[in-house]
């Protein structure tokens, strides 16, 4: 029997994180085919994430435009979707998450009564400024899927609570976590020191010999959201030079965002600290160095709340909601907002209450046991047979 061509789709960094091993188990399908399609809605976050993984995409739409607004994405993602359907059809479609990617990759796929699987299905604000657009994208991409894959009990109550069909949902667990345990394994057998990971990653040898190597404690930081562009972002770095300030004896590590809205703010208002590290985004398996190696995280990134409980980091997260209320359940996420002095007493807090930070730091893993892609390789493999 010919195999079922499915298209996997990524655009962005996370949609490679949380695609790359569903690409990997669908190849090992006897009934399925799994072809790799890259929209480049980033470009070079997109490439360094599928080097790590060892995807080379069978097409490229290399979309990314410096700047690029919504409109304009979406656009040229739908015309790009027509250009590519008109050649080719495949079976299926698989998206992640709830990128711009996400939203005009399904309603091209509905248009051409293609079905379509939502991989992270489910999670809900309920609030349409926060996180914007990415509640809207969600929000359209589920009723339109064929198969609503659920990372948690809680996202899967959210598509019963909204009228989703009961046949069409499954609880798998986040793939985030099918990665996260595949480079926790790489990094355990790597073992590099904390002197040649600052220098491959642009860190000065002093801030490695004081903070990185184990010293002193560091604080790892990252943030790209678009409702907290403008204001949110000056209070952030506002935020973050307050705690450098205040603790002579802490350190910042920050790979930035390459959205220009993004590396303006923080250029101007943190290049020179002594004690702040701006460096460029970090390959997947750097950052998870980084990660496992950092005191606590603060962030605004939804990949990033989903991995922290597994690392038993604590996490601030530079938002008002949260889509993943399972690690502020766990104790280890706790929303601070973007308000400065909010910011600076919750992350005071941890650094200065031994109890309060180890009973954050506990480890947890409310999002999966490594193996989502698994089951959702079945689940598509049942769909075709039947
Ligand atoms: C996008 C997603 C967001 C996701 C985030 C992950 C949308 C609307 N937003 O936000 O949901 O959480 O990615 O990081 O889908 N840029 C580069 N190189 C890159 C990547 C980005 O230069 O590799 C710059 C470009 O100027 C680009 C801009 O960043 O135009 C914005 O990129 P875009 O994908 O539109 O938005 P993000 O903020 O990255
Ligand atoms: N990440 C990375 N390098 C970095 C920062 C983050 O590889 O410098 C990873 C992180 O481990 C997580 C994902 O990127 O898996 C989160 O991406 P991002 O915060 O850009 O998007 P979000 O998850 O908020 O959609």
């Not at 195999?3 to 990997?24: L, W």
């Not at 027509?82 to 299926?92: E, L, N, Q, R, T």
């Not at 990415?134 to 109550?157: G, H, V």
């Not at 985030?176 to 790597?190: A, F, G």
Request: proline share 5%; charged share 25%; glycine share 6%.
């Amino acid at each position: 029997m010919n195999r079922k061509k499915i298209a996997i789709v990524a655009g962005t960094r996370p949609e490679v994180i949380k695609m790359a091993q569903v690409y990997h188990v669908l190849k090992t399908s006897d009934i399925l085919e799994p072809v790799f399609i890259s929209t480049a809605q980033h470009r070079q976050m997109l490439d360094q994430a599928l080097r790590i993984f060892s995807i080379v995409p069978d097409f490229d739409m290399d979309i990314m435009q410096a700047g690029q607004t919504l409109t304009d994405l979406t656009a040229r993602l739908l015309s790009a979707w027509k250009d590519y359907f008109s050649k080719s059809k495949p079976d299926a479609v698989l998206v992640q998450g709830d990128t711009t990617t996400v939203l005009a990759t399904s309603i091209a796929a509905f248009y051409e009564r293609i079905p379509i699987g939502h991989i992270e299905a489910g999670l809900r604000t309920y609030n349409f400024d926060a996180p914007f657009p990415e509640e809207m994208n969600r929000r359209l991409t589920d009723p339109i899927s064929k198969w609503c894959f659920a990372p948690t009990k809680c996202s899967y109550d959210n598509l019963i609570r909204e009228g989703v069909n009961p046949a069409s949902c499954f609880i798998t667990g986040n793939t985030v976590i099918d990665s996260l345990l595949w480079m926790r394994e790489r990094l355990t057998k790597d073992n590099i020191s904390a002197f040649e990971m600052a220098k491959k990653c642009g860190i000065s040898e002093d801030f490695a010999r004081e903070f990185l190597s184990g010293k002193k404690r560091w604080i790892l930081v990252t943030g790209h959201r678009r409702e907290n562009f403008g204001g949110g972002f000056e209070n952030i770095c506002a935020a973050i030079k307050g705690i450098a300030d205040k603790y002579e004896d802490v350190g910042i590590v920050y790979p930035v965002h390459l959205n220009p809205n993004v590396q303006e703010p923080v250029n101007r208002l943190l290049a020179g600290h002594e004690r702040i590290a701006l460096i460029k985004p970090l390959s997947y398996e750097d950052f998870i160095w980084f990660m496992d190696k950092s005191f606590f995280v603060l962030s605004d990134s939804g990949g990033v709340q989903e991995e922290a409980p597994s690392l038993s980091k604590p996490v601030l997260v530079m938002r008002d909601t949260t889509e993943r209320p399972e690690g502020v359940e766990a104790g280890t996420c706790e929303l601070v907002g973007t308000d400065v002095a909010k910011i600076m007493s919750s992350a005071s807090r941890l650094l200065d209450d031994g109890a309060e930070y180890r009973r954050r730091a506990m480890l947890k893993n409310p999002y999966g046991d490594g193996t989502a892609c698994l089951k959702i390789k079945e689940i598509l493999e049942k769909a075709f047979v039947c």
